[in-house]
């Protein structure tokens, strides 16, 4: 009995390793096609405008799966019924220089991954952290290296695989800083084109293209491999003026804004000059939209091929 017992268990354990494997092989086979997805109010950051509604029409389903970014495990059954994977969304790196060492700090959001993340299954790979300084990061070495030590220690102690979003477009200087951050992390450029300059470019996909190229080219030149670079867009419908999101477009206008970015980014990725794309802001509703049409306008989002 005791022999059946263990050769009953170690089939099991085969079982359960071979389950990961394969989910371990899907995962790394998503698409590389993040979209911040965040549903309730809440201190890390999340949207009141974004629902469960919203989720569905942004869990939608591609050949590979794609990534939300979440700030809870909640959902992740259902993006995994839809064949799309969870990662977690982390929203309050602000203030965490000169309170914790950069041990402490890794530390912490590592026991926010466990906390709010692992309690449908474990803990997910891919980590979005948000933002860097624009402040601090050029004017001050101590900080830039904090920002290293901490991906450095959430990759090589937790196993994460970080996208670090930067509010910068063109940076410039600090060449040896970015290389090392590049070790470590993805670094997402918070490359947004509102509605309204995209509307009046003529929803040229060259013109956006051409500035997405030169926020990637600065990057690389500051020695970032174009696979470590991402591209971020918003999708918040901003009233005009915002320069980001909608930004007052038309309902037709941020219809065409939304497919002109998608193709010239598309466009970009095949070229070879970014590893990946993420999407912010869906719950962002300055306009106050409908439901409806905040629905409507990620269904125009999932209609485009991105990375």
């Known amino acids: 009995m005791k022999h059946a017992l263990r050769g009953s268990g170690s089939a099991f354990v085969c079982f359960l390793v071979l389950l990961f494997v394969s989910a371990s092989v899907a995962f790394g086979l998503a698409d590389r096609r993040f979209d911040v997805a965040t549903i309730v109010n809440s201190a890390d950051g999340a949207d009141p405008h974004f629902t469960s509604n919203n989720l569905a029409h942004l869990n939608f389903t591609t050949t590979n799966g794609h990534i939300l970014c979440m700030s809870t495990d909640a959902n992740r059954a259902t993006l995994n019924a839809a064949g799309n994977f969870l990662a977690v969304y982390y929203n309050d790196f602000q203030g965490m220089y000169q309170t914790y060492t950069a041990t402490q700090a890794a530390d912490a959001i590592q026991n926010y991954c466990v906390t709010n993340d692992s309690s449908t299954g474990g803990v997910p790979q891919w980590l979005n952290i ?159 939209v409908s439901e409806a049409d905040q629905c409507h306008f990620e269904d125009t989002y999932a209609s485009k091929t991105l990375p």
Request: proline share 3%; aromatic share 16%; charged share 10%.
């Open 130 to 288: 948000n933002e860097i300084s624009a402040s601090a990061w050029p004017n001050d070495p101590n900080y830039r290296a904090f920002v290293i030590a901490v991906c450095n220690r959430l990759k090589n102690t937790y196993n994460h695989a970080i996208i670090f979003w930067s509010p910068f477009k063109n940076p410039t200087g600090n060449d040896a800083d970015w290389t090392s951050l590049s070790n470590y992390a993805h670094i997402a450029i918070e490359g947004y084109l509102g509605g309204e300059a995209v509307n009046g470019s003529g929803n040229s996909v060259s013109w956006c293209q051409s500035q997405y190229q030169s926020y990637v080219d600065s990057y690389h030149a500051r020695g970032v491999p174009y696979d470590m670079i991402y591209l971020g867009e918003h999708y918040g419908n901003t009233v005009y003026g915002t320069g980001y999101g909608r930004s007052g477009a038309s309902y037709a206008g941020w219809d065409n804004a939304i497919k002109t970015r998608c193709t010239a980014i598309h466009n970009i990725f095949t070229a070879g000059h970014i590893g990946g794309y993420i999407s912010y802001g869906w719950g962002a509703n300055g306009m106050g």
